[in-house]
């Protein structure tokens, strides 16, 4: 006597099946809009955060003159930043993950 679990064996799988493509797509949008940028200002620590959605550049702005290389600024922008009319930072930008 199989009564309620009768042909319940596909039935199983075909759900196992769409909960796993709904599990992998929430994970996929979840991380797709998602940047992990160091926004440490102190030189040789890496403090990774969650960058804001829109903010996929991971930047690090250094100052030029060394002793000044304390006052370094890194984290997440929109697009790379720029020095103003005198240059007074080495910029760096990249896309990926923790990549500066």
């Known amino acids: 006597y199989m ?7 596909e039935d ?10 709904v599990v992998v797509t929430i ?4 991380l797709g809009n998602t940047r ?3 926004d440490s200002s102190i030189p040789f620590l890496r403090t990774p955060q969650l960058c804001p959605k829109g903010q996929d550049v991971c930047y690090k702005k250094t100052p030029i003159v060394k002793k000044f290389k304390w006052l370094q600024k890194k984290g997440c922008a929109s697009s790379c930043p720029k020095n103003g009319f005198i240059k007074l930072f ?3 930008c990249c896309t990926k993950d923790n990549c500066i």
């Open 3 to 9: 009564g309620y679990f009768a042909g319940s064996r």
């Open 12 to 21: 199983c799988k075909m759900k196992t099946l769409l909960l796993t493509l």
């Open 27 to 30: 994970v996929c949008l979840d």
């Open 36 to 38: 992990i940028c160091d």
């Open 90 to 92: 080495k910029i760096k």
